[in-house]
T-cell receptor, first 111, second 109 residues
């Protein structure tokens, strides 16, 4: 069965650079979520999209933005990267609200 | 505020049974989810309880008591591969998941 696909798996950026993370949700899933997870932390909700429209916003910094495209893939754009942005970034998708399927994540390291 | 409380770490022996408790306080409540996450891996959905009672899925069961704002995940016949972090997450009135801090399950042979 198709899963949530994220790319890249690993990314190393320098401070003040920009990064773009991509997510391809499970087909026919209507909602996409982005999460940030630091070491030993629970996933922190960043932003979500329902049918390509932003549906909710969590603790997403102003330096970050996201969108969902006509083909349902989503991108998280991160600018002016800081050391503290180093984390695992997960995309998840769901059909309905209960069960969210997570992608394998992108490990971002800012140096 | 909204919060979920779960133990930070639980240790059990292979083949045994372990229960991970979770209490929640949220603005509105639709249900309680459980996710498993291995180190460096993605959270994997285990269960969702919207109604009071026990839901069983193989070796894993999840329980919810809405009147007590309490739930638990029960893992039976523990295997070494069950060593992971387990998160409870409550769905609030905005359909947002409020996550607990996670319980690290350590299984000893």
């Amino acid at each position: 069965a198709a899963g949530v696909i994220q790319s890249p798996r690993h990314l190393i950026k320098e401070k003040r650079e920009t990064a773009t993370l991509k997510c391809y949700p499970i087909p026919r899933h209507d909602t996409v979520y982005w999460y940030q997870q630091g070491p030993g932390q629970d996933p922190q909700f960043l932003i979500s999209f329902y049918e390509k429209m932003q549906s909710d916003k969590g603790s997403i910094p102003d330096r970050f933005s996201a969108q969902q495209f006509s083909d349902y893939h989503s991108e998280l754009n991160m600018s002016s990267l800081e050391l503290g942005d180093s984390a695992l970034y997960f995309c998840a998708s769901s059909a309905g609200a209960q069960a969210r399927t997570f992608g394998s994540g992108t490990r971002l390291t800012v140096v | 505020g909204q919060s979920l409380e779960q133990p930070s770490e639980v240790t059990a022996v292979e083949g045994a049974i372990v229960q991970i408790n979770c209490t929640y306080q949220t603005s509105g409540f639709y249900g309680l989810s459980w996710y498993q996450q291995h180190d460096g891996g993605a959270p994997t959905f285990l269960s969702y309880n919207a109604l009071d009672g026990l839901e069983e899925t193989g070796r894993f069961s999840s329980f919810l008591s809405r009147s007590d704002s309490y739930g638990y995940l029960l893992l039976q016949e523990l295997q070494m591969k069950d060593s992971a972090s387990y998160f409870c997450a409550a769905m609030d009135s905005n359909y947002q998941l409020i996550w607990g801090a996670g319980t690290k399950l350590i299984i000893k042979p």
